[in-house]
């Protein structure tokens, strides 16, 4: 193997699920991360199952968009059926659990609200769900690597600390969006009752006005009889 070819070899099994020319796929370490939106009806609850494994990490984090009170009961248990969290009726909420092995529920409860129904986000974050696969695996089919005077575990460590600032940005921008969406409701709820009660003032104003013109002209009107 040449070393130009050494060189391609060690930079493409860098790369995360990209296949290279000595036919070895590499793979990081990553979080996995998923987001959803949720139409929650008045008076139901949604229950989600997530499969964990044991020494991994799950974060939740949940907002409520649009909806009466922007509030929610939120609940997760382990799969034992232990109670781990227990919110009650607040409008977001984050929550980190260190798992084992089995699936862990949690729910989403509006059967305190009657009329209103509830549109709620939430993000799921999964950390050290690693496949079977060794990504470590690559290194044994890298030879010569000295000869290079490269350090493929630094060039890794660089990748991976890009990758991992990308995947924050990401959910960064993420909430961001899910922030963004909760207040443009909130200011169309209150664009529509400024608009409603600034037409019941006009009513009113209209109505005090035909009536103040009413009883000014009948002081003016001469209601007696003239005999000639």
């Given at each position: 193997?040449?070393?130009?070819?050494?060189?391609?070899?060690?930079?493409?099994?860098?790369?995360?699920?990209?296949?290279?020319?000595?036919?070895?796929?590499?793979?990081?370490?990553?979080?996995?991360?998923?987001?959803?939106?949720?139409?929650?009806?008045?008076?139901?609850?949604?229950?989600?199952?997530?499969?964990?494994?044991?020494?991994?990490?799950?974060?939740?984090?949940?907002?409520?968009?649009?909806?009466?009170?922007?509030?929610?009961?939120?609940?997760?248990?382990?799969p034992s059926g232990q109670l781990l969290f227990n919110d009650q009726r607040k409008s977001d909420?984050?929550?980190?659990?260190?798992?084992?092995?089995?699936?862990?529920?949690?729910?989403?409860?509006?059967?305190?609200?009657?009329?209103?129904?509830?549109?709620?986000?939430?993000?799921?974050?999964?950390?050290?769900?690693?496949?079977?696969?060794?990504?470590?695996?690559?290194?044994?089919?890298?030879?010569?690597?000295?000869?290079?005077?490269?350090?493929?575990?630094?060039?890794?460590?660089?990748?991976?600390?890009?990758?991992?600032?990308?995947?924050?940005?990401?959910?960064?921008?993420?909430?961001?969006?899910?922030?963004?969406?909760?207040?443009?409701?909130?200011?169309?709820?209150?664009?529509?009752?400024?608009?409603?009660?600034?037409?019941?003032?006009?009513?009113?104003?209209?109505?005090?006005?035909?009536?103040?013109?009413?009883?000014?002209?009948?002081?003016?009107?001469?209601?007696?009889?003239?005999?000639?």
């Open positions: 193997m040449t070393p130009v070819r050494r060189f391609l070899c060690a930079w493409l099994v860098s790369l995360p699920l990209a296949w290279d020319s000595c036919g070895v796929q590499a793979a990081f370490s990553q979080a996995m991360d998923s987001d959803f939106t949720l139409n929650l009806p008045a008076g139901r609850k949604e229950c989600f199952y997530q499969t964990m494994k044991r020494d991994a990490s799950m974060e939740i984090e949940y907002q409520v968009l649009d909806g009466a009170g922007l509030d929610v009961d939120f609940s997760i248990f382990s909420g984050v929550h980190t659990v260190e798992t084992e092995d089995g699936d862990y529920m949690f729910c989403f409860d509006n059967t305190f609200s009657t009329v209103s129904d509830k549109l709620v986000f939430f993000e799921l974050i999964l950390d050290n769900m690693d496949t079977d696969e060794d990504p470590e695996n690559w290194k044994e089919y890298v030879h010569g690597i000295d000869t290079l005077d490269m350090k493929l575990e630094d060039i890794m460590d660089t990748i991976n600390n890009v990758k991992a600032r990308l995947s924050k940005s990401v959910q960064i921008q993420t909430l961001l969006r899910a922030f963004e969406a909760r207040d443009r409701n909130i200011q169309e709820s209150n664009f529509e009752r400024v608009n409603f009660w600034s037409v019941v003032n006009l009513v009113v104003m209209v109505m005090v006005s035909g009536v103040q013109v009413y009883l000014v002209r009948s002081l003016f009107e001469d209601k007696k009889k003239i005999r000639t």
